[in-house]
């Protein structure tokens, strides 16, 4: 495998390498990070790779220095990304919304591991579900995609950058030890047959331009320094033109706009994959690594007759609550394993509504399930 310009073809590599393949094969030009197991690969990989594309490389000083030259470098117009493993974004918590509030568009990957503090930092975990979602102070709408394979690494950060540029935020690209450090084939097709979401710059003329719009479900074209646009940002709640306006009804307008820009177009977003749904009776509710072992679970429940079957999620957030409300009228149980003590197993029940019974199946870290302990699980209702 040459490393040169933009990779394509079939390739052997591990799902930190996919990551930073997909940031790079979408455009992504500036990578600022701090080493942490077990997302090192991703950095590493981006710091042999991106002076080969004519983008920049820099290792920071720390996780909160990271989130903020990523931010920086995107209002710089530049697409940006940073990863990093628990404790690293536990740190970068206060600049995530930071690029909320700012609506900044970057990617934030996260191979997650056992947790909390220290933990366990070379071996699996699934506990920053719920960090990704209300991790920083305030109210956001949050994109968090979870990958299961390398190949999904890749074609999971490409969508991670689109998404960004589409909504204007962060977004996070929450994978996992195991995922992260798998090695399989991965092809990368050619950037003409992906599809790529470019910044493009504004519509409106420079005197009248506002760079934020808080009227309608989508945010405003984001101009970039160095466009001769009047770009004025800050973490402060601001009006349209970004200047700052302390007052609740500017907070309101404010507010409102960077959540409903996501749960108004959730169904847009949201994105799920089924198996067996249509006639099962308990469904498995998994994601990560953690799907990989659902589904040979299921498969093998289905070779034996058991109709059970399987809700993958793709995007952890927004959370498909619509589908699991539907699918609690129809089904017995929903399983739910997942490497924490649960954390979506949580949203699973607030959105079954008692329409159907939810079962945790916890790992605190360090090991994945067995298909035939989900097996078991699932059998408790035959």
């Known amino acids: ?33 701090y080493p942490i197991t077990p997302a090192t ?42 990863s990093t493993s628990g404790p ?7 600049n995530i919304g930071l690029g909320m509030m700012t609506e900044t568009p970057c990617v934030v990957v996260n191979i997650q591991r056992g947790g909390p503090s220290t933990g366990l930092p070379t071996l699996v975990g699934q506990a920053d579900v719920m960090q990704a979602r209300w991790g920083s102070h305030g109210d956001y709408g949050c994109i968090a995609l979870a990958p299961a394979s390398p190949q999904e690494c890749f074609d999971f950060t490409v969508d991670a950058f689109n998404l960004s540029e589409i909504y204007r935020q962060p977004v996070f690209v929450l994978g996992d030890e195991v995922v992260g450090h798998m090695t399989e084939k991965v092809i990368i ?28 479900p989508m945010p405003a074209q984001m101009a970039v320094a160095g466009q001769g646009y009047h770009v004025h940002v800050t973490g402060l709640t601001h009006d349209e033109r970004g200047y700052p306006v302390i ?12 959540v409903d820009k996501i749960r108004k177009n959730a169904d847009k977003i949201i994105r799920v994959e089924s198996v067996f749904l249509d006639d099962a009776e308990v469904v498995v509710v998994a994601y990560g690594c953690t799907s990989r072992v659902a589904r040979q679970a299921v498969e093998d429940l289905r070779s034996r007759g058991v ?32 490497i924490n003590y649960g954390q979506v197993a949580y949203e699973v029940e607030r959105t079954a509504q008692g329409n ?16 035939d302990e989900i097996e078991e699980s699932v059998l408790e209702y035959f």
């Open 41 to 82: 690969e991703v950095a590493e990989r981006m710091a042999r790779r991106l002076p080969q594309v004519g983008g920049v490389y820099i290792q920071m000083e720390d996780e909160i220095a990271s989130m903020a030259a990523i931010l920086g470098a995107s209002w710089g117009g530049v697409k940006s990304m940073t």
């Open 307 to 338: 109709k059970a079957g399987l809700l993958r999620l793709i995007t952890i957030w927004p959370f498909p609550s619509n589908m699991i409300r539907q699918l609690a009228k129809q089904v017995k149980a929903f399983i739910v394993p997942e």
């Open 247 to 258: 007052t609740d009804a500017v907070q309101e307008r404010n507010i409102r706009h960077i």
């Open 356 to 371: 159907a019974e939810v079962v945790l199946m916890a790992l605190m870290g360090g090991s994945i399930h067995r298909p």
């Open 1 to 33: 495998m040459a490393d040169k310009d933009v990779l394509t073809g079939e390739h052997f590599i591990h799902g930190d390498a996919a990551c930073a393949e997909g940031g790079i094969a979408s455009g992504c030009r500036f990578f600022a990070g």
């Open 88 to 94: 690293g974004f536990s740190l970068m918590m206060e």
């Open 189 to 216: 097709p050619p950037r003409e047959e992906l599809r790529i979401v470019e910044r493009g710059k504004p519509q409106a003329k420079k005197e009248d331009y506002l760079p934020f719009d808080f009227k309608g």
